[in-house]
């Protein structure tokens, strides 16, 4: 059996790229089965944070090894140019405490549409949520990034110590001039998001309302994006799919 993981923090990150996979949830780890033959692609989602990012990987390895570990999901953009509601592949990760970079494994395949981008993008992995234009602007120059997100660099380390192919496609989430809250108040010691605390405050932040709205709206969009993107790294020709009435189950 070929195994494909491929780890987020949320649900709705995952969400247009496993309908109609097989769901389960073990040990607080949602996760999402498709199978072909002797191919099998399994996605994972345990909160936000490198900690859940490596739990939710390793629920998967307890079924067996990976040939290969996606990180994908929504991660802020720290410069102007790349947009919100689009999805990018990403060539390297960057650890921000450490400066620890992480190089993607190369890709072969290249969606048409694709947004053309003039250097390589590096993906700063940070410790909290980051939501200040200063901030971002402060990470983009300090560490060479383009992207920020909150797992892949804890994804990448452990796909180098298994030898294994690491691919990593972000989502973009906010612009590098959005003005948002602090989400940090509502991220769980587990990776879990406040939901209820969070539209309480939400609630009495009418401010906010605007641009919540519109971080919601690109974060779908991204997400098909994303959906996209993975599906053209692991089948570009789409034979595997066609062969097995994907994602019906039918091979």
């Not at 003005?179 to 932040?205: C, Q």
Request: hydrophobic letters at 45%.
């Amino acid at each position: 059996m070929i195994r494909t993981a491929i780890i987020a923090a949320m649900p709705g990150e995952l969400k247009p790229l496993v309908r109609g996979w097989r769901h389960e949830k073990r040990n607080r780890v949602h996760l999402w089965r498709w199978r072909a033959g002797q191919i099998e692609w399994v996605a994972a989602c345990a909160g936000v944070g490198q900690s859940a990012a490596a739990r939710a990987l390793a629920e998967i390895e307890r079924d067996g090894p990976v040939a290969q570990i996606f990180s994908v999901g929504w991660a802020g953009a720290l410069k102007s140019w790349y947009k919100p509601g689009e999805a990018y592949r990403v060539h390297g990760v960057v650890d921000l405490p450490t400066d620890t970079r992480l190089a993607s494994a190369s890709f072969k395949a290249v969606r048409t549409d694709e947004p053309a981008v003039k250097r390589d993008i590096w993906l700063a992995t940070a410790t909290k949520a980051i939501t200040e234009p200063k901030e971002k602007q402060d990470i983009a120059i300090s560490f060479y990034a383009d992207l920020v997100d909150m797992e892949a660099i804890a994804v990448a380390r452990t796909a180098k110590a298994r030898g294994v192919a690491f691919h990593c496609i972000k989502g973009v989430s906010d612009g590098a001039a959005d003005i948002l809250p602090d989400f940090n108040p509502f991220l769980a010691a587990d990776g879990r998001f406040k939901r209820a605390k969070f539209i309480v405050f939400a609630l009495l932040h009418p401010g906010y309302w605007p641009a919540l709205k519109q971080m919601g709206e690109n974060s779908k969009q991204a997400a098909q994006r994303i959906a996209e993107l993975v599906l053209e790294l692991l089948d570009p020709e789409e034979t595997i799919r066609k062969q097995n009435g994907y994602p019906n189950f039918s091979g």
